[in-house]
Nanobody
């Protein structure tokens, strides 16, 4: 059974940094790309980072490129999202995601709120 659990969300001020974690289980973690998504109130869920199984290739959309960094520790079955220079527009619930055997799995999400 695939299981994903995010943590690290918090209320922070503009310009602050935050690191999210997602612990995975139930599949061969090192084989699968891992995704981070976010969903703000009233908006569609959007992808903010993806990292391949080996960790040596990543992709970011323009909205977060240069501020967000995704990484993974395959020995700990954990993927991270380092977020710097946060703005109120980054306020959202952040989810990690993986595709296993053609099925998409999501964690419950962690809330990030950026406000002064």
């Amino acid at each position: 059974q695939v299981h994903l659990v995010e943590s690290g969300g918090d209320l922070v001020q503009p310009g602050d940094s935050l690191r999210l974690s997602c612990v995975a289980s139930g599949f061969t973690f090192s084989r699968e790309p891992m995704y981070w998504y976010r969903q703000a109130p009233g908006k569609e869920r959007e992808m903010v980072a993806v990292i391949v199984g080996t960790g040596d290739s990543t992709i970011y959309p323009s909205a977060v490129k240069g501020r967000f960094t995704v990484s993974r520790d395959n020995s700990q079955n954990t993927v991270y999202l380092q977020m710097n220079d946060l703005t109120p527009e980054d306020t959202a619930v952040y989810y990690c995601n993986v595709w296993v055997d053609s099925r998409s799995f999501w964690g419950p999400g962690t809330q990030v709120t950026v406000s002064s």
